[in-house]
């Protein structure tokens, strides 16, 4: 067994639904779903990481296409 360390700059993609968000609204609108947002990603990085992880910064906005190497998973 091995301990990794993930580098910090990392992008991660997310589809969630949110109420009265969609591909066209404005990122300014999106930023004030920034709590909701947050929430999932944490659940869904406390499935992924049961060991634990430490997040120093969050940063989101629209994402206007998936890159071409994730978008069939």
Not at 29 to 44: D, M, S, T
Request: aromatic content about 12%; glycine content about 6%; hydrophobic content about 35%.
């Amino acid at each position: 067994m091995i301990r990794v360390q993930i580098a910090p700059e990392i992008e991660f993609k997310m589809e969630l639904e949110v109420r009265g968000v969609d591909t066209g609204t404005r990122d300014y609108n999106v930023q004030q779903h920034k709590a909701e947002v947050y929430k999932v990603f944490v659940e869904r990085l406390e499935k992924a990481f049961p060991e634990g992880f430490k997040m120093h910064t969050f940063e989101f906005g629209l994402d206007r296409g998936w890159h071409e190497e994730l978008k069939d998973t």
